[in-house]
Protein backbone atom coordinates (compact mmCIF):
# COMPACT_ATOMS: atom_id res chain seq x y z
CA UNK A 1 0.00 0.00 0.00
CA UNK A 2 1.44 3.44 -1.05
CA UNK A 3 1.95 6.39 1.79
CA UNK A 4 -1.27 8.04 2.59
CA UNK A 5 -1.35 11.62 1.98
CA UNK A 6 -1.81 12.41 5.29
CA UNK A 7 -1.86 10.83 8.15
CA UNK A 8 -2.57 10.87 11.91
CA UNK A 9 -0.99 9.15 14.91
CA UNK A 10 -2.44 8.92 18.13
CA UNK A 11 -3.08 12.40 17.58
CA UNK A 12 -4.26 14.44 20.88
CA UNK A 13 -5.11 18.20 20.76
CA UNK A 14 -5.50 20.61 23.71
CA UNK A 15 -5.70 23.98 24.71
CA UNK A 16 -4.57 25.14 27.95
CA UNK A 17 -2.81 23.38 30.71
CA UNK A 18 -3.81 22.83 34.66
CA UNK A 19 -7.28 23.53 35.27
CA UNK A 20 -8.30 25.06 32.46
CA UNK A 21 -6.89 22.45 29.95
CA UNK A 22 -9.60 21.28 27.31
CA UNK A 23 -9.31 18.50 25.65
CA UNK A 24 -10.16 19.06 22.24
CA UNK A 25 -9.34 15.84 20.06
CA UNK A 26 -8.47 12.51 21.83
CA UNK A 27 -6.30 9.74 20.29
CA UNK A 28 -7.11 10.18 16.28
CA UNK A 29 -5.88 7.65 13.91
CA UNK A 30 -6.52 8.11 10.60
CA UNK A 31 -5.51 7.24 6.79
CA UNK A 32 -6.64 9.51 4.06
CA UNK A 33 -5.40 7.98 0.75
CA UNK A 34 -4.65 9.24 -2.68
CA UNK A 35 -7.61 10.00 -4.59
CA UNK A 36 -10.54 9.50 -2.33
CA UNK A 37 -13.19 12.02 -1.29
CA UNK A 38 -13.10 11.83 2.40
CA UNK A 39 -15.85 13.84 4.63
CA UNK A 40 -15.91 14.32 8.37
CA UNK A 41 -18.97 15.22 9.87
CA UNK A 42 -19.75 16.11 13.56
CA UNK A 43 -22.09 18.46 15.36
CA UNK A 44 -20.41 21.94 16.33
CA UNK A 45 -17.75 22.15 18.92
CA UNK A 46 -16.51 18.82 18.11
CA UNK A 47 -13.23 20.01 16.82
CA UNK A 48 -13.65 19.95 13.26
CA UNK A 49 -11.86 23.32 12.29
CA UNK A 50 -8.60 22.10 14.80
CA UNK A 51 -8.90 18.82 13.18
CA UNK A 52 -8.50 20.22 9.84
CA UNK A 53 -6.04 23.20 10.98
CA UNK A 54 -3.83 20.27 12.05
CA UNK A 55 -3.58 19.17 8.08
CA UNK A 56 -2.90 22.73 7.15
CA UNK A 57 -0.28 23.13 9.91
CA UNK A 58 -2.03 25.96 11.41
CA UNK A 59 -2.49 24.12 14.29
CA UNK A 60 0.04 21.76 15.77
CA UNK A 61 -0.93 18.38 17.65
CA UNK A 62 -0.52 18.55 21.54
CA UNK A 63 0.54 14.94 21.19
CA UNK A 64 1.35 12.13 18.25
CA UNK A 65 2.05 13.02 14.55
CA UNK A 66 0.57 14.75 11.07
CA UNK A 67 2.38 13.21 8.39
CA UNK A 68 1.63 14.45 4.89
CA UNK A 69 2.98 12.46 2.19
CA UNK A 70 5.27 10.59 5.58
CA UNK A 71 6.65 13.81 6.40
CA UNK A 72 5.65 15.71 9.57
CA UNK A 73 3.98 19.24 9.61
CA UNK A 74 5.88 21.83 10.25
CA UNK A 75 3.71 25.14 9.07
CA UNK A 76 1.23 25.49 6.30
CA UNK A 77 2.07 25.30 2.42
CA UNK A 78 -0.08 26.05 -0.32
CA UNK A 79 0.11 22.13 -1.92
CA UNK A 80 -2.53 22.02 0.78
CA UNK A 81 -4.91 24.59 -0.42
CA UNK A 82 -8.29 25.04 2.03
CA UNK A 83 -11.51 26.87 1.75
CA UNK A 84 -11.89 28.57 5.00
CA UNK A 85 -15.89 28.72 6.20
CA UNK A 86 -16.00 32.22 6.58
CA UNK A 87 -14.24 33.29 2.50
CA UNK A 88 -11.41 35.11 3.77
CA UNK A 89 -11.01 37.08 1.13
CA UNK A 90 -9.16 40.35 1.27
CA UNK A 91 -12.01 42.67 1.43
CA UNK A 92 -9.25 45.82 -0.10
CA UNK A 93 -8.48 42.83 -3.33
CA UNK A 94 -11.50 42.30 -6.09
CA UNK A 95 -12.25 39.11 -7.20
CA UNK A 96 -9.68 38.86 -9.40
CA UNK A 97 -6.82 40.49 -7.40
CA UNK A 98 -7.47 37.88 -4.50
CA UNK A 99 -7.10 34.95 -6.98
CA UNK A 100 -4.17 36.62 -8.20
CA UNK A 101 -2.33 37.32 -4.69
CA UNK A 102 -2.62 33.20 -4.65
CA UNK A 103 -1.89 32.30 -8.20
CA UNK A 104 1.32 34.93 -7.90
CA UNK A 105 2.70 33.63 -4.67
CA UNK A 106 2.27 29.88 -6.70
CA UNK A 107 3.99 30.63 -10.06
CA UNK A 108 6.06 33.17 -9.45
CA UNK A 109 8.18 32.21 -12.69
CA UNK A 110 5.31 32.61 -15.43
CA UNK A 111 5.14 35.27 -17.57
CA UNK A 112 2.46 37.88 -16.51
CA UNK A 113 -0.06 37.11 -19.26
CA UNK A 114 0.16 33.34 -18.54
CA UNK A 115 -0.86 34.05 -15.20
CA UNK A 116 -3.18 36.47 -16.00
CA UNK A 117 -4.91 33.55 -18.32
CA UNK A 118 -4.81 31.07 -15.48
CA UNK A 119 -6.94 33.77 -13.36
CA UNK A 120 -9.33 34.60 -15.51
CA UNK A 121 -9.66 30.63 -16.48
CA UNK A 122 -10.39 29.82 -12.96
CA UNK A 123 -12.82 32.90 -12.27
CA UNK A 124 -14.70 31.59 -15.48
CA UNK A 125 -14.86 28.18 -13.72
CA UNK A 126 -16.64 29.44 -10.83
CA UNK A 127 -19.08 31.45 -13.50
CA UNK A 128 -17.77 34.64 -11.64
CA UNK A 129 -16.27 36.35 -14.90
CA UNK A 130 -19.15 39.04 -15.10
CA UNK A 131 -17.40 39.60 -11.21
CA UNK A 132 -14.02 39.95 -11.47
CA UNK A 133 -13.99 43.47 -10.90
CA UNK A 134 -15.94 43.57 -7.40
CA UNK A 135 -15.03 43.68 -4.22
CA UNK A 136 -16.16 40.96 -1.41
CA UNK A 137 -18.61 43.46 -0.03
CA UNK A 138 -20.86 43.67 -3.33
CA UNK A 139 -20.80 40.07 -3.42
CA UNK A 140 -23.25 37.49 -1.97
CA UNK A 141 -22.20 34.55 0.24
CA UNK A 142 -22.24 32.03 -2.47
CA UNK A 143 -20.47 33.71 -4.95
CA UNK A 144 -17.69 34.98 -2.10
CA UNK A 145 -17.58 31.14 -1.73
CA UNK A 146 -16.91 30.73 -5.42
CA UNK A 147 -14.08 33.23 -5.26
CA UNK A 148 -12.64 31.12 -2.18
CA UNK A 149 -12.76 28.13 -4.47
CA UNK A 150 -10.92 29.73 -7.15
CA UNK A 151 -8.19 31.34 -5.23
CA UNK A 152 -7.65 27.51 -3.78
CA UNK A 153 -8.36 25.72 -7.08
CA UNK A 154 -6.36 28.22 -8.98
CA UNK A 155 -2.91 27.29 -7.12
CA UNK A 156 -3.41 23.30 -7.89
CA UNK A 157 -3.30 22.12 -4.37
CA UNK A 158 -1.80 18.49 -4.14
CA UNK A 159 -4.70 18.02 -1.15
CA UNK A 160 -7.88 19.79 -1.04
CA UNK A 161 -9.37 20.82 2.34
CA UNK A 162 -12.63 22.31 3.24
CA UNK A 163 -14.06 23.81 6.30
CA UNK A 164 -17.27 23.71 6.25
CA UNK A 165 -17.38 25.55 2.76
CA UNK A 166 -21.11 25.97 2.48
CA UNK A 167 -21.80 26.33 6.33
CA UNK A 168 -23.12 30.08 6.08
CA UNK A 169 -25.15 29.69 2.81
CA UNK A 170 -28.68 28.95 2.29
CA UNK A 171 -30.07 25.41 0.78
CA UNK A 172 -30.29 26.83 -2.61
CA UNK A 173 -26.93 28.13 -2.86
CA UNK A 174 -25.77 25.19 -0.80
CA UNK A 175 -26.61 22.78 -3.34
CA UNK A 176 -25.53 24.57 -6.32
CA UNK A 177 -22.15 24.61 -5.06
CA UNK A 178 -22.09 21.04 -4.32
CA UNK A 179 -22.45 19.72 -6.95
CA UNK A 180 -19.79 22.59 -9.14
CA UNK A 181 -17.77 21.48 -6.59
CA UNK A 182 -17.98 18.04 -7.62
CA UNK A 183 -17.99 18.50 -10.63
CA UNK A 184 -14.40 20.81 -10.60
CA UNK A 185 -12.99 18.05 -8.18
CA UNK A 186 -14.02 15.38 -10.47
CA UNK A 187 -12.20 16.72 -13.27
CA UNK A 188 -8.70 15.71 -12.11
CA UNK A 189 -9.19 13.94 -9.02
CA UNK A 190 -7.45 15.05 -6.13
CA UNK A 191 -7.76 14.23 -2.80
CA UNK A 192 -10.08 16.33 -1.12
CA UNK A 193 -11.39 16.71 2.42
CA UNK A 194 -14.48 17.91 3.53
CA UNK A 195 -15.56 19.05 7.05
CA UNK A 196 -18.97 19.53 7.48
CA UNK A 197 -22.33 19.61 10.18
CA UNK A 198 -24.80 17.76 7.32
CA UNK A 199 -24.84 14.73 6.67
CA UNK A 200 -26.74 14.58 3.82
CA UNK A 201 -23.86 16.89 1.94
CA UNK A 202 -21.49 14.62 3.36
CA UNK A 203 -23.16 11.47 1.75
CA UNK A 204 -23.33 13.16 -1.59
CA UNK A 205 -19.83 14.35 -1.88
CA UNK A 206 -17.71 11.90 -0.19
CA UNK A 207 -16.36 8.40 -1.12
CA UNK A 208 -15.71 7.66 2.75
CA UNK A 209 -17.44 9.53 5.76
CA UNK A 210 -16.04 9.43 9.39
CA UNK A 211 -18.18 10.82 12.13
CA UNK A 212 -16.74 12.91 15.01
CA UNK A 213 -17.75 12.32 18.71
CA UNK A 214 -19.76 15.27 19.69
CA UNK A 215 -18.39 17.19 23.53
CA UNK A 216 -14.67 17.37 24.39
CA UNK A 217 -12.12 14.99 24.11
CA UNK A 218 -13.67 13.45 20.61
CA UNK A 219 -12.48 10.54 18.92
CA UNK A 220 -13.40 9.47 15.16
CA UNK A 221 -16.25 6.81 15.04
CA UNK A 222 -16.71 4.29 12.91
CA UNK A 223 -16.40 5.04 8.91
CA UNK A 224 -18.58 4.85 6.26
CA UNK A 225 -18.38 3.58 2.70
CA UNK A 226 -20.13 5.25 0.11
CA UNK A 227 -20.84 3.36 -2.61
CA UNK A 228 -22.85 5.34 -4.97
CA UNK A 229 -21.73 5.89 -8.79
CA UNK A 230 -20.61 8.99 -9.95
CA UNK A 231 -22.01 11.48 -11.15
CA UNK A 232 -24.65 11.56 -8.20
CA UNK A 233 -28.08 12.45 -9.13
CA UNK A 234 -29.24 14.48 -5.64
CA UNK A 235 -32.82 13.84 -6.74
CA UNK A 236 -32.37 10.15 -7.02
CA UNK A 237 -30.19 9.59 -4.18
CA UNK A 238 -33.31 10.49 -1.94
CA UNK A 239 -34.96 7.44 -2.94
CA UNK A 240 -31.67 5.13 -2.86
CA UNK A 241 -31.74 2.17 -0.41
CA UNK A 242 -27.92 2.50 -0.32
CA UNK A 243 -28.35 6.34 0.89
CA UNK A 244 -31.10 6.09 3.18
CA UNK A 245 -28.97 3.00 5.46
CA UNK A 246 -26.05 4.89 5.55
CA UNK A 247 -27.76 8.09 6.48
CA UNK A 248 -30.16 6.54 9.02
CA UNK A 249 -26.99 4.40 10.83
CA UNK A 250 -24.77 7.81 10.57
CA UNK A 251 -27.71 9.73 12.32
CA UNK A 252 -28.45 7.19 14.92
CA UNK A 253 -24.93 6.98 15.30
CA UNK A 254 -24.52 10.85 16.03
CA UNK A 255 -27.88 11.21 17.66
CA UNK A 256 -27.16 8.22 20.02
CA UNK A 257 -23.84 9.56 21.16
CA UNK A 258 -25.43 12.90 21.43
CA UNK A 259 -28.03 11.55 23.82
CA UNK A 260 -24.79 9.70 26.23
CA UNK A 261 -22.58 13.38 26.53
CA UNK A 262 -25.98 14.78 27.36
CA UNK A 263 -26.48 12.18 30.11
CA UNK A 264 -22.92 11.87 31.18
CA UNK A 265 -23.46 15.93 31.65
CA UNK A 266 -26.39 15.79 33.44
CA UNK A 267 -24.98 13.64 35.98
CA UNK A 268 -21.96 15.59 36.73
CA UNK A 269 -23.81 18.45 37.33
CA UNK A 270 -23.56 18.58 41.75
CA UNK A 271 -26.08 21.09 43.12
CA UNK A 272 -24.86 24.66 45.11
CA UNK A 273 -25.01 24.01 48.44
CA UNK A 274 -26.98 27.22 49.36
CA UNK A 275 -29.52 28.17 51.61
CA UNK A 276 -31.87 31.05 50.18
CA UNK A 277 -32.71 34.17 51.75
CA UNK A 278 -36.07 33.80 53.59
CA UNK A 279 -37.94 37.67 52.79
CA UNK A 280 -37.40 39.60 55.86
CA UNK A 281 -34.51 38.16 57.59
CA UNK A 282 -32.14 40.55 55.56
CA UNK A 283 -32.80 43.94 54.42
CA UNK A 284 -31.19 46.84 53.06
CA UNK A 285 -31.37 48.98 56.67
CA UNK A 286 -28.19 50.55 55.80
CA UNK A 287 -29.76 51.93 52.66
CA UNK A 288 -33.18 52.87 55.21
CA UNK A 289 -30.64 54.80 57.78
CA UNK A 290 -28.60 56.92 55.18
CA UNK A 291 -31.74 58.38 53.90
CA UNK B 1 -35.14 37.16 -7.09
CA UNK B 2 -38.65 34.86 -7.41
CA UNK B 3 -39.93 37.84 -5.46
CA UNK B 4 -39.41 40.28 -8.02
CA UNK B 5 -41.12 38.27 -11.03
CA UNK B 6 -43.87 36.57 -8.73
CA UNK B 7 -44.77 39.30 -6.60
CA UNK B 8 -48.60 40.15 -7.14
CA UNK B 9 -49.49 43.52 -8.56
CA UNK B 10 -50.17 45.78 -6.19
CA UNK B 11 -52.67 48.84 -6.23
CA UNK B 12 -52.44 51.69 -8.73
CA UNK B 13 -50.22 54.15 -6.29
CA UNK B 14 -48.32 51.57 -5.04
CA UNK B 15 -47.33 50.92 -8.12
CA UNK B 16 -45.61 53.90 -9.25
CA UNK B 17 -43.78 55.07 -6.75
CA UNK B 18 -42.22 51.96 -7.39
CA UNK B 19 -41.60 53.05 -11.14
CA UNK B 20 -40.33 56.27 -9.40
CA UNK B 21 -38.50 55.36 -6.21
CA UNK B 22 -35.54 57.98 -7.03
CA UNK B 23 -38.37 60.65 -7.26
CA UNK B 24 -39.99 58.96 -4.06
CA UNK B 25 -36.77 58.89 -1.72
CA UNK B 26 -36.18 62.51 -2.51
CA UNK B 27 -39.31 63.40 -1.71
CA UNK B 28 -39.17 61.67 1.18
CA UNK B 29 -35.82 63.23 1.89
CA UNK B 30 -36.24 66.83 1.12
CA UNK B 31 -38.16 67.61 4.15
CA UNK B 32 -35.74 65.82 5.92
CA UNK B 33 -33.03 67.85 4.78
CA UNK B 34 -35.21 70.84 5.30
CA UNK B 35 -35.58 69.98 8.55
CA UNK B 36 -32.03 70.04 9.55
CA UNK B 37 -30.95 73.41 7.91
CA UNK B 38 -33.87 74.93 9.52
CA UNK B 39 -32.66 73.60 12.99
CA UNK B 40 -29.24 74.65 12.39
CA UNK B 41 -30.12 78.03 10.91
CA UNK B 42 -32.54 78.34 13.66
CA UNK B 43 -29.81 77.47 16.47
CA UNK B 44 -27.45 79.69 14.58
CA UNK B 45 -30.10 82.63 15.44
CA UNK B 46 -30.12 81.86 19.24
CA UNK B 47 -26.57 81.51 19.38
CA UNK B 48 -25.91 85.04 18.20
CA UNK B 49 -29.05 86.28 20.08
CA UNK B 50 -27.38 85.16 23.30
CA UNK B 51 -24.35 86.29 22.38
CA UNK B 52 -25.56 89.89 21.92
CA UNK B 53 -27.33 89.75 24.82
CA UNK B 54 -24.17 88.94 26.88
CA UNK B 55 -22.52 91.45 25.53
CA UNK B 56 -24.68 94.25 26.17
CA UNK B 57 -24.82 93.27 29.73
CA UNK B 58 -21.20 93.08 30.12
CA UNK B 59 -21.03 96.27 28.39
CA UNK B 60 -23.26 97.73 30.88
CA UNK B 61 -21.37 96.44 33.47
CA UNK B 62 -18.67 97.68 32.38
CA UNK B 63 -19.97 101.08 31.57
CA UNK B 64 -21.38 101.16 35.08
CA UNK B 65 -18.02 100.57 36.81
CA UNK B 66 -16.77 103.09 35.29
CA UNK B 67 -18.66 106.00 35.46
CA UNK B 68 -18.73 104.58 39.26
CA UNK B 69 -14.96 105.31 39.68
CA UNK B 70 -14.83 108.53 37.77
CA UNK B 71 -17.62 109.09 40.51
CA UNK B 72 -15.61 108.43 43.33
CA UNK B 73 -12.17 109.61 42.30
CA UNK B 74 -13.49 112.87 40.81
CA UNK B 75 -16.71 113.95 41.65
CA UNK B 76 -20.72 113.95 40.02
CA UNK B 77 -19.85 116.37 37.10
CA UNK B 78 -16.83 114.42 35.69
CA UNK B 79 -19.03 111.53 35.92
CA UNK B 80 -21.93 112.43 33.90
CA UNK B 81 -19.01 113.99 31.52
CA UNK B 82 -18.34 110.70 31.47
CA UNK B 83 -21.56 109.01 30.96
CA UNK B 84 -22.09 110.90 27.98
CA UNK B 85 -18.98 110.03 26.13
CA UNK B 86 -19.83 106.40 26.55
CA UNK B 87 -23.60 107.15 25.58
CA UNK B 88 -21.84 108.74 22.32
CA UNK B 89 -20.16 105.86 21.79
CA UNK B 90 -16.44 107.96 21.67
CA UNK B 91 -13.69 105.71 20.90
CA UNK B 92 -12.05 107.59 23.47
CA UNK B 93 -14.03 105.92 26.57
CA UNK B 94 -15.83 103.25 25.00
CA UNK B 95 -15.74 100.01 27.76
CA UNK B 96 -13.52 97.25 26.41
CA UNK B 97 -15.37 93.97 27.08
CA UNK B 98 -16.96 90.99 24.74
CA UNK B 99 -17.79 92.73 21.35
CA UNK B 100 -20.75 92.22 19.90
CA UNK B 101 -22.30 89.83 16.77
CA UNK B 102 -22.07 93.66 14.79
CA UNK B 103 -18.51 94.93 16.03
CA UNK B 104 -17.01 91.57 14.89
CA UNK B 105 -17.93 91.69 11.54
CA UNK B 106 -17.18 94.95 11.21
CA UNK B 107 -13.78 93.82 12.48
CA UNK B 108 -13.40 91.45 9.82
CA UNK B 109 -14.55 94.06 7.29
CA UNK B 110 -11.54 96.28 8.49
CA UNK B 111 -9.60 93.00 8.40
CA UNK B 112 -9.71 92.29 4.74
CA UNK B 113 -9.16 95.66 3.83
CA UNK B 114 -6.16 96.14 5.89
CA UNK B 115 -5.53 93.30 3.56
CA UNK B 116 -5.92 95.20 0.44
CA UNK B 117 -3.79 97.72 1.82
CA UNK B 118 -1.17 95.45 2.48
CA UNK B 119 -0.90 93.45 -0.37
CA UNK B 120 -1.00 96.22 -2.55
CA UNK B 121 1.91 98.02 -0.53
CA UNK B 122 3.50 94.18 -1.09
CA UNK B 123 3.10 94.33 -4.85
CA UNK B 124 4.39 98.06 -5.20
CA UNK B 125 7.49 97.22 -3.39
CA UNK B 126 8.04 94.05 -5.62
CA UNK B 127 7.60 96.31 -8.57
CA UNK B 128 10.18 98.65 -7.15
CA UNK B 129 12.83 96.47 -6.26
CA UNK B 130 12.23 94.58 -9.16
CA UNK B 131 15.30 96.03 -11.11
CA UNK B 132 17.75 95.87 -7.99
CA UNK B 133 16.73 92.67 -7.44
CA UNK B 134 17.68 91.76 -10.87
CA UNK B 135 20.94 92.95 -10.09
CA UNK B 136 21.44 91.63 -6.72
CA UNK B 137 20.56 87.83 -8.46
CA UNK B 138 23.48 88.25 -10.92
CA UNK B 139 26.24 89.25 -8.70
CA UNK B 140 25.08 86.82 -6.15
CA UNK B 141 23.88 88.68 -3.10
CA UNK B 142 20.54 88.22 -1.69
CA UNK B 143 17.61 89.44 -2.27
CA UNK B 144 15.49 92.48 -1.12
CA UNK B 145 12.34 91.03 0.58
CA UNK B 146 9.36 92.78 1.96
CA UNK B 147 9.88 93.46 5.36
CA UNK B 148 6.84 95.12 6.43
CA UNK B 149 3.23 93.95 8.68
CA UNK B 150 1.68 91.07 7.60
CA UNK B 151 -1.63 91.09 7.39
CA UNK B 152 -4.49 89.02 8.62
CA UNK B 153 -5.03 86.88 5.65
CA UNK B 154 -0.65 86.45 5.69
CA UNK B 155 -1.03 84.95 8.82
CA UNK B 156 -3.55 82.55 8.20
CA UNK B 157 -1.41 81.05 5.29
CA UNK B 158 1.61 81.43 7.49
CA UNK B 159 -0.70 79.00 10.29
CA UNK B 160 -1.48 76.69 7.47
CA UNK B 161 2.23 75.87 6.65
CA UNK B 162 3.34 75.70 9.91
CA UNK B 163 0.28 72.91 10.49
CA UNK B 164 1.30 71.21 7.19
CA UNK B 165 5.24 70.99 7.61
CA UNK B 166 4.05 69.83 11.60
CA UNK B 167 1.38 67.08 10.15
CA UNK B 168 4.13 65.96 7.69
CA UNK B 169 6.34 65.76 10.54
CA UNK B 170 4.24 63.70 12.62
CA UNK B 171 3.25 61.29 9.77
CA UNK B 172 6.96 60.63 9.15
CA UNK B 173 7.95 59.82 12.37
CA UNK B 174 4.22 58.28 13.48
CA UNK B 175 3.63 55.85 10.63
CA UNK B 176 6.70 54.26 10.59
CA UNK B 177 7.08 53.66 14.18
CA UNK B 178 3.64 52.56 14.38
CA UNK B 179 3.91 50.01 12.04
CA UNK B 180 7.13 48.40 13.33
CA UNK B 181 5.94 48.27 16.77
CA UNK B 182 2.67 47.03 15.74
CA UNK B 183 4.44 44.47 14.12
CA UNK B 184 6.50 42.76 16.96
CA UNK B 185 5.01 42.88 20.64
CA UNK B 186 8.74 42.83 22.23
CA UNK B 187 8.91 46.28 20.44
CA UNK B 188 5.22 47.28 21.46
CA UNK B 189 6.24 46.71 25.09
CA UNK B 190 9.49 48.51 24.95
CA UNK B 191 7.92 51.70 23.51
CA UNK B 192 4.48 51.65 25.60
CA UNK B 193 5.75 53.45 28.69
CA UNK B 194 7.08 56.10 26.64
CA UNK B 195 3.72 56.52 24.49
CA UNK B 196 1.72 56.53 27.91
CA UNK B 197 4.12 58.98 29.66
CA UNK B 198 4.66 61.12 26.83
CA UNK B 199 1.11 61.73 25.49
CA UNK B 200 -0.13 63.74 27.84
CA UNK B 201 2.13 66.10 28.00
CA UNK B 202 0.90 69.55 27.50
CA UNK B 203 2.10 71.08 23.75
CA UNK B 204 3.59 73.50 26.10
CA UNK B 205 6.27 71.62 27.43
CA UNK B 206 6.62 70.34 24.25
CA UNK B 207 7.52 73.81 22.63
CA UNK B 208 10.33 74.15 25.49
CA UNK B 209 11.85 70.89 25.24
CA UNK B 210 12.00 71.28 20.89
CA UNK B 211 13.24 75.13 21.61
CA UNK B 212 16.40 73.88 23.91
CA UNK B 213 17.48 71.27 21.44
CA UNK B 214 17.14 73.37 18.41
CA UNK B 215 18.52 76.58 19.90
CA UNK B 216 21.55 74.14 20.76
CA UNK B 217 21.75 72.47 17.08
CA UNK B 218 21.25 75.94 15.43
CA UNK B 219 24.19 77.39 17.37
CA UNK B 220 26.14 80.11 15.13
CA UNK B 221 23.34 80.32 12.31
CA UNK B 222 21.42 83.63 12.19
CA UNK B 223 18.30 82.54 10.56
CA UNK B 224 15.31 82.86 11.83
CA UNK B 225 14.49 79.25 14.16
CA UNK B 226 10.68 79.71 15.42
CA UNK B 227 9.02 78.24 12.68
CA UNK B 228 11.11 75.21 12.34
CA UNK B 229 10.34 75.02 16.30
CA UNK B 230 6.97 75.67 16.40
CA UNK B 231 6.31 73.40 13.04
CA UNK B 232 8.45 70.64 15.03
CA UNK B 233 6.50 70.94 18.31
CA UNK B 234 3.38 70.71 16.38
CA UNK B 235 4.28 67.50 15.15
CA UNK B 236 5.34 66.35 18.33
CA UNK B 237 1.96 67.34 20.20
CA UNK B 238 -0.33 65.87 17.40
CA UNK B 239 1.71 62.54 16.61
CA UNK B 240 0.60 60.22 18.82
CA UNK B 241 -3.33 59.59 17.70
CA UNK B 242 -1.63 58.44 14.86
CA UNK B 243 1.19 56.25 16.26
CA UNK B 244 -1.23 54.37 18.57
CA UNK B 245 -3.83 53.95 16.34
CA UNK B 246 -0.93 52.62 13.83
CA UNK B 247 0.31 50.17 15.96
CA UNK B 248 -3.44 49.01 17.13
CA UNK B 249 -4.35 48.59 13.11
CA UNK B 250 -1.37 46.60 12.16
CA UNK B 251 -1.17 44.78 15.49
CA UNK B 252 -4.61 43.60 14.89
CA UNK B 253 -5.49 42.66 11.57
CA UNK B 254 -8.42 39.88 11.29
CA UNK B 255 -6.64 36.36 11.97
CA UNK B 256 -8.87 34.82 8.95
CA UNK B 257 -6.23 37.12 6.46
CA UNK B 258 -3.21 36.54 8.53
CA UNK B 259 -4.25 32.42 8.00
CA UNK B 260 -4.80 33.42 4.19
CA UNK B 261 -0.68 34.99 4.35
CA UNK B 262 0.37 31.91 6.19
CA UNK B 263 -1.26 29.54 4.00
CA UNK B 264 0.25 30.99 0.66
CA UNK B 265 3.17 31.35 2.17
CA UNK B 266 3.05 35.11 1.61
CA UNK B 267 7.04 36.64 1.90
CA UNK B 268 7.45 38.95 4.55
CA UNK B 269 7.15 42.01 2.38
CA UNK B 270 4.07 40.75 0.48
CA UNK B 271 2.25 40.03 3.85
CA UNK B 272 2.99 43.71 5.01
CA UNK B 273 2.05 45.73 2.34
CA UNK B 274 -0.68 43.31 0.47
CA UNK B 275 -2.43 42.06 4.04
CA UNK B 276 -1.48 44.08 6.58
CA UNK B 277 -1.23 47.63 5.46
CA UNK B 278 -4.80 47.46 4.05
CA UNK B 279 -6.24 46.13 6.85
CA UNK B 280 -4.72 48.88 8.85
CA UNK B 281 -5.41 51.49 6.81
CA UNK B 282 -8.70 52.68 7.84
CA UNK B 283 -7.29 52.94 11.35
CA UNK B 284 -4.47 54.73 10.88
CA UNK B 285 -6.13 57.49 8.73
CA UNK B 286 -8.64 58.02 11.65
CA UNK B 287 -5.30 58.91 13.55
CA UNK B 288 -4.26 60.82 11.00
CA UNK B 289 -7.71 62.56 11.08
CA UNK B 290 -7.09 63.20 14.95
CA UNK B 291 -3.62 64.04 14.35
CA UNK B 292 -4.80 67.32 12.03
CA UNK B 293 -7.36 68.27 14.52
CA UNK B 294 -4.77 68.63 17.16
CA UNK B 295 -2.21 69.76 15.57
CA UNK B 296 -4.39 72.68 14.28
CA UNK B 297 -5.71 73.06 17.69
CA UNK B 298 -1.94 73.23 19.49
CA UNK B 299 -0.85 75.35 16.64
CA UNK B 300 -2.31 78.10 17.82
CA UNK B 301 -1.16 77.99 21.45
CA UNK B 302 2.59 76.98 20.47
CA UNK B 303 2.71 80.35 17.96
CA UNK B 304 1.52 82.33 20.41
CA UNK B 305 4.59 80.87 22.35
CA UNK B 306 7.33 80.71 20.56
CA UNK B 307 6.43 84.31 19.10
CA UNK B 308 6.38 82.56 15.28
CA UNK B 309 3.87 84.61 13.06
CA UNK B 310 0.71 82.88 12.08
CA UNK B 311 -2.78 82.95 13.81
CA UNK B 312 -1.68 82.33 17.01
CA UNK B 313 0.49 85.52 16.99
CA UNK B 314 -2.27 87.65 15.75
CA UNK B 315 -3.84 86.78 18.64
CA UNK B 316 -1.58 87.56 21.09
CA UNK B 317 -0.27 90.83 19.59
CA UNK B 318 -3.91 91.98 19.43
CA UNK B 319 -4.60 91.00 23.03
CA UNK B 320 -1.71 93.37 23.84
CA UNK B 321 -2.34 95.79 21.64
CA UNK B 322 -5.62 96.36 23.44
CA UNK B 323 -6.47 98.90 20.80
CA UNK B 324 -10.83 99.71 20.91
CA UNK B 325 -11.29 96.78 18.11
CA UNK B 326 -8.33 94.45 19.35
CA UNK B 327 -11.54 92.55 21.50
CA UNK B 328 -13.51 91.92 17.65
CA UNK B 329 -10.66 91.39 15.65
CA UNK B 330 -9.30 88.21 18.25
CA UNK B 331 -13.18 87.19 18.18
CA UNK B 332 -12.38 87.32 14.22
CA UNK B 333 -9.62 85.11 14.27
CA UNK B 334 -11.36 82.83 16.88
CA UNK B 335 -14.34 82.00 14.09
CA UNK B 336 -11.14 81.84 11.56
CA UNK B 337 -9.72 79.50 13.40
CA UNK B 338 -12.78 77.40 13.93
CA UNK B 339 -13.66 77.22 10.15
CA UNK B 340 -10.60 76.03 9.39
CA UNK B 341 -10.51 73.46 11.66
CA UNK B 342 -13.39 72.34 10.72
CA UNK B 343 -12.08 72.16 7.00
CA UNK B 344 -9.55 70.85 7.48
CA UNK B 345 -11.30 67.57 9.54
CA UNK B 346 -13.64 67.40 6.57
CA UNK B 347 -10.59 67.50 3.89
CA UNK B 348 -9.24 64.78 5.63
CA UNK B 349 -12.15 62.66 5.90
CA UNK B 350 -12.84 62.30 2.24
CA UNK B 351 -9.46 61.29 2.27
CA UNK B 352 -10.18 58.76 4.50
CA UNK B 353 -12.99 57.86 2.49
CA UNK B 354 -11.11 57.61 -0.62
CA UNK B 355 -8.36 55.34 0.18
CA UNK B 356 -10.27 53.08 2.95
CA UNK B 357 -12.32 49.57 1.63
CA UNK B 358 -14.69 50.56 4.52
CA UNK B 359 -17.08 53.30 4.86
CA UNK B 360 -15.27 55.76 6.83
CA UNK B 361 -16.99 56.22 10.48
CA UNK B 362 -17.93 60.39 10.12
Known amino acids: ?291 | MSQTTTAPTPAKSASLTRFLPSLSGMGAKLPGMAKSAGITLASMLLFLLVWQLSATYLYNVEAKSRIDRVMTEQGAAEAEKMKACIASGDISCKPNTLPSPSEVVKASSLLLADHRVISADKAAFKAKTAAVNAQRKAQGLDLITYTGRPSFVDQIFTSLKTVAVGFLIALFIAVPIGIIIGLNENLRTAFNWFIQVFKPVSPVVWLLLVFMIVKTLTLGSDSDTSFLISAVSVGLCSMWATLVNTSVGVSSVNQDYLNVAKVLKLGIGKKIFKVILPSAIPLIFTGLRITVSVAWMVLIAIELLAQSPGLGSFVWEEFQNGANDSNAKIIVAMFVIGFIGFLLDRVMYYIQQSVSFEKALA
Request: charged fraction near 25%.
Open chain 1, 1 to 291: MSTPIIEFRNVSKWYGEGDNKTEVLSNINLKIEEGEFLAIVGFTGSGKTTLVNMMTGLVSPSEGEVLYRGEPITGPAPERGIIFQNYSLLPWFTVYQNVALAVNEIYPDWPKDKRDEHIRKFIEMVNLTPASEKRPKELSGGMKQRTSIARVLATDPDLLLMDEPLGALDALTRGNLQEEILKIWSANRRTAVLITNDVDEGIFMADRIIPLEPGEKSGLGPEYKIELARPRNKKALNTDPHFKKVRTSILNYLVQLGEAAKLERNQDLALPDLEPIQPGTRSFGWLRRAS
